[in-house]
């Protein structure tokens, strides 16, 4: 058994080249099709772990020559050992990450299955605010920013899926050179309302890294 390599968003993303893999066998998809999508899927699992060792694509590309529900189930089902989960921080690593707020409430962090996370988000309903902590190169990162409702569903920025969503908007700690005391960018992004979903959902991480830059540089 070879050492956790699959990080929560390849994860889902191995999940829906299954489920479309699996629609296509259903629908009874031409053989030169099915074929097509075989080489497809596997192309795009060496693409997303270009750094995995024989045993490890081996693994993985089974993928292409399942035929059955069944055997799709047992495939994603036999990854679950080699999810790398969220790091786990304790609280005062993460009270540390946002200082001005002394009565910060923080989620209870006993309840979540860090292998399903791929960032971190609670709101206080209180003051409006929500907390993001993401982890990058071998540290934790704070965002907080305000939360307003849009009462409606739409596509969210980082999963990409078609959910109720809010207006996350987080004052940005770039500046510019000489530019003014009071200066201020503020950055903000539709994101799903219920994190746990949104986490469940995303498999590619770039837009959400895209936004951490674009706030913390």
């Given at each position: 058994m070879?050492?956790?390599?699959?990080?929560?968003h390849?994860?889902?993303?191995?999940?829906?080249?299954?489920?479309?893999?699996?629609?296509?066998?259903?629908?009874?998809?031409?053989?030169?099709v099915?074929?097509?999508?075989?080489?497809f899927?596997?192309?795009?699992?060496?693409?997303?772990?270009?750094?995995a060792?024989?045993?490890?694509?081996?693994?993985?590309?089974r993928?292409?020559?399942?035929?059955k529900?069944?055997?799709?189930?047992q495939?994603?089902?036999?990854?679950?050992?080699?999810?790398?989960?969220?790091?786990?921080?304790?609280?005062?690593?993460?009270?540390?990450?946002?200082?001005k707020?002394?009565k910060?409430k923080?989620?209870d962090?006993?309840?979540i299955?860090?292998?399903?996370?791929t960032?971190?988000?609670?709101?206080?309903?209180?003051?409006?605010?929500?907390?993001?902590?993401?982890?990058?190169?071998?540290?934790?990162?704070?965002?907080?920013?305000?939360?307003t409702?849009?009462?409606?569903?739409?596509?969210?920025?980082?999963?990409?899926?078609?959910?109720?969503?809010?207006?996350?908007?987080?004052?940005?700690?770039?500046?510019?050179?000489?530019?003014?005391?009071?200066?201020?960018?503020?950055?903000?992004?539709?994101?799903?309302?219920?994190?746990?979903d949104?986490?469940?959902?995303?498999?590619?991480?770039?837009?959400?890294e895209?936004?951490?830059?674009?706030v913390?540089?």
């Open positions: 070879c050492d956790p390599f699959i990080r929560n390849q994860y889902n993303f191995i999940k829906k080249q299954a489920d479309s893999l699996l629609n296509a066998i259903r629908t009874n998809a031409d053989s030169k099915l074929a097509s999508l075989r080489y899927t596997e192309t795009k699992l060496d693409e997303l772990f270009p750094l060792t024989e045993g490890q694509k081996q693994m993985l590309n993928i292409s020559t399942l035929e529900a069944d055997d799709f189930q495939y994603i089902k036999a990854l679950e050992p080699y999810i790398v989960g969220f790091p786990q921080a304790t609280e005062k690593q993460l009270l540390k990450l946002f200082p707020n002394k910060l923080l989620p962090l006993s309840a299955d860090h292998r399903y996370v960032y971190l988000s609670w709101m206080d309903i209180a003051t409006n605010k929500l907390f993001m902590v993401y982890h990058a190169n071998g540290q934790f990162i704070g965002i907080e920013g305000r939360a409702p849009t009462n409606k569903k739409s596509f969210c920025f980082v999963c990409n899926r078609y959910e109720e969503l809010v207006l996350f908007s987080a004052n940005s700690k770039i500046r510019p050179p000489k530019s003014s005391p009071d200066y201020y960018k503020t950055v903000g992004n539709y994101l799903c309302m219920n994190s746990a949104c986490n469940k959902n995303i498999s590619d991480i770039s837009s959400l895209k936004f951490i830059d674009s913390n540089g």
